[in-house]
């Protein structure tokens, strides 16, 4: 970082990394996997729990902050994340709202060690998990904040801290793009956990055996008593990744001039840069006009005319989200009535919705893949688990679309345009619609195969009956009393019974077996076009062995059967 004489200081920075996760099935086949559940089940050592929100608590402690905040959003969007009718003795369901938020208070500051040597210590506010009732989804919740830092240190922790894993090494073997360590430190000062990531064995290991990259030790202390999906550690409730290995962010950054900044400082900023090296940043002027053009809100934002109150600007690149104002003004911020307060809680629960959304919807896309890559259409067994996991995912995907799934969550101008914004740039809209097609080609694809079924069972069922229809002749024909057998016995009649039932019975599964191969003969018979020796050739193939097929379904559609990259192997 080049030094200079009078470095712009960021007098408050705070900074929320929001981590979205796969939680796998706690039981095959239940519809409904309660992970909260598990979570609070766990004896000691569960650092974990819950936090009772403030409609939960005293009337007399509601502050207006709390009350603003809950304005902010449209009915629908209040329910479900405050719920609707809650009381201390009402029990969870639907009828409440269905995100649980567990705590875990032990963590007092990270220490975060840049590779120039100098250690920074962040306050960590709050650390929390975030359940979704009915989607196997989690989102971790990291909140820190610092005072009086150079912007190039800011810069430097924006770009390296929050790294999953490492990407590659250096020729050193320092693991490149990160901080040189990373450590948890507890309230009594002691650390709690530092990170690995110079340890490319544990790293190219786990990627060759599991095909899926490990995270780092310090996140996995973070996540526990949770354990990755891919790994030895036990662990009732584990996860997998489903996004990059650098964690979305929202910053908040106050300086005594805003207006101080350029428009390289911007960039860097919002799209989490490293700091400047001296040699400037090498995109073109072209480049930066889209980026502020496509990424900059710039409602209260006017450098033109240098007043104070026309100096916030705010960033969103979809993965960060940067508010960026003057400290001196009271309105930017106040921690309680001022856009902190905001920040840290109007604008965090959009982000967190927006990121929920492309977190469930790639949890269902990572459904169907595995789904298809798991059938055998030479496996009965398989064929049944396949339609039941897919009915399962569209009954899900059902559920989301009706009560998760929003377009527009308030009408205040700034929260519904951020929210619009931070949608359009994480590719919600889209990928929604690409998830709904492909669950409609697999709805159509189901309904067509288990008509095709029913056309066929019926089909035998035609043949059999007239087939059958000889035999239901003959036995009515003899019915007649043409044998006067009515006088003998019971087992002379059991006898009887037997010689005929034995061989009827025989001949009618027998005649189930040739079905298909019969009524291709039945059709061929009933075209008068047709010579008699094709006739007879369709005959003789009834006792010919057919080819070997798979006993059940037709071709996958071929949207989802296509082949997609697993989440959790990018890097």
């Known amino acids: 970082m080049p030094e200079t004489s009078h470095p712009i200081i960021v007098r408050h ?40 929100d403030e409609f939960t608590g005293d009337p007399t402690q509601f502050q207006e902050r709390h009350y603003r905040e809950f304005v902010t959003f449209l009915p629908y969007v209040q329910r479900f994340l405050y719920g609707q009718g809650r009381s201390s003795t009402s029990l969870r369901g639907y009828g409440e709202s269905p995100i649980r938020v567990y705590r ?18 962040l306050c960590v506010k709050h650390v929390d998990l975030h359940f979704f009732y009915d989607v196997d989804v989690v989102i971790l919740a990291v909140e820190l904040h610092a005072d009086d830092l150079p912007l190039s240190r800011v810069q430097e922790i924006m770009y390296r801290f929050g790294r999953t894993f490492p990407a590659q090494w250096d020729q050193d073997g320092r693991a490149s793009h990160c901080m040189r360590r990373v450590e948890w430190i507890g309230n009594q000062g002691e650390v709690l956990a530092v990170s690995d990531f110079d340890d490319r064995a544990k790293y190219l290991t786990h990627a060759c055996e599991h095909r899926a990259s490990t995270v780092g030790a310090h996140w996995e202390y973070l996540l526990q ?113 001022g856009l902190l307060g905001q920040f840290r809680h109007q604008y965090f629960q959009l982000g967190l919705i927006a990121h929920f959304h492309r977190a469930a919807l790639l949890m269902m896309s990572d459904r169907l893949v595995v789904a298809v890559s798991r059938l055998d259409i030479r496996d009965q067994e398989s064929i049944r688990f396949f339609k039941r996991s897919i009915r399962q995912t569209m009954e899900i995907f059902l559920r989301f679309n009706h009560r998760y799934w929003f377009h527009e969550v308030s ?41 095709r079924r029913q056309s066929d069972t019926v089909l035998r069922l035609t043949v059999v009956t007239i087939l059958g229809l000889v035999g239901t002749i003959v036995t009515g024909f003899l019915g007649m009393n043409l044998i006067a057998e009515a006088e003998q016995p019971l087992l002379v009649k059991i006898a009887y019974f037997a010689t005929v039932f034995v061989p009827t019975l025989a001949l009618t599964l027998y005649t189930v077996q040739k079905s298909r191969a019969l009524s291709e003969f039945l059709d061929t018979m009933s075209d008068e076009r047709l010579p008699m020796r094709n006739k007879l050739a369709a005959l003789v193939r009834v006792w010919r062995k057919p080819p070997q097929t798979g006993p059940g379904l037709v071709d996958v559609p071929a949207r989802t059967r296509r082949r997609k990259k697993a989440p959790d192997a990018k890097s």
């Open 411 to 451: 009408k205040q101008v700034v929260a519904k345009d951020l929210f619009r914004l931070w949608s359009h740039q994480l590719g919600n809209d889209a990928l929604f619609t690409e998830l709904r097609e492909e669950m409609q080609d697999m709805s159509h694809y189901l309904d067509s195969d288990d008509a």
């Open 225 to 337: 008593p949770m354990a990755q999906h891919h790994s030895e550690q036990p662990g009732l409730i584990r996860y997998r990744q489903l996004e990059y290995h650098r964690l979305p962010k929202m910053t908040y950054l106050s300086f005594d001039d805003p207006f101080a900044l350029t428009r390289e400082d911007f960039v860097r900023l919002g799209l989490a840069l490293r700091p400047d090296d001296g040699q400037g940043l090498q995109y073109s002027e072209k480049t930066i006009e889209d980026f502020e053009r496509d990424h900059c809100y710039d409602r209260f934002w006017s450098p033109a005319r240098r007043d104070p109150r026309s100096s916030t600007r705010i960033v969103c690149t979809g993965h960060s989200f940067i508010m960026i104002g003057s400290q001196r003004l009271a309105l930017f911020a106040d921690p309680e009535m």
């Open 13 to 52: 920075f705070r900074q929320i990394l929001v981590w979205p996760l796969q939680l796998m099935p706690l039981r095959a086949g239940d519809q409904v996997q309660r992970h909260f559940e598990a979570l609070e089940q766990i004896g000691p050592g569960n650092p974990w729990q819950e936090v009772l």
């Open 104 to 121: 875990r208070s032990d963590i007092a500051f990270v220490r975060v060690t840049c590779p120039d040597g100098v250690s920074v210590d």
